[in-house]
């Protein structure tokens, strides 16, 4: 596999999807908040996928989301946020493509991957 997965967030939750989905065959690169994640975005750095853990990411996702949305115009780049249902909506509002509800397992989250980088989507 060739794709490329950001992955915001600091906590254990975090580090256990990265080493899955490394597992798996993916580049991960780790971004501790959400501010890093919008250095790399502007950096040039555009992976095919970006996963947000809410747990421990910061509270300006949305911001992040709108940012890739809005400003840089990447529609192809494949969002997925992990939080509690109550963050649903606002996720979705800001251009999400997939919001999983916590507890996430690797296979979940793996499939969720799959179907942002499946090739008929790109």
Do not use: K
């Not at 060739?2 to 798996?24: K, M, R, S, W």
């Amino acid at each position: 596999m060739n794709e490329d997965i950001l992955i915001v967030g600091d906590g254990y939750h975090t580090a256990v999807y990265a080493a899955g989905l490394i597992g798996y065959g993916y580049h991960v690169d780790e971004a501790r908040t959400v501010d890093g994640a919008r250095v790399r975005l502007r950096a040039g750095i555009l992976p095919h996928v970006i996963i947000i853990d809410l747990r421990h990411a910061d509270t300006h996702v949305s911001r992040l989301i709108q940012y890739l949305r809005q400003e840089l115009n990447r529609w192809d780049i494949g969002v997925i946020v992990i939080g509690h249902q109550t963050q649903a909506e606002g996720c979705y509002l800001a251009g999400a493509n997939r919001f999983l509800t916590r507890p996430v397992e690797i296979d979940g989250l793996l499939d969720n991957v799959r179907a942002l980088t499946a090739p008929e989507l790109q």
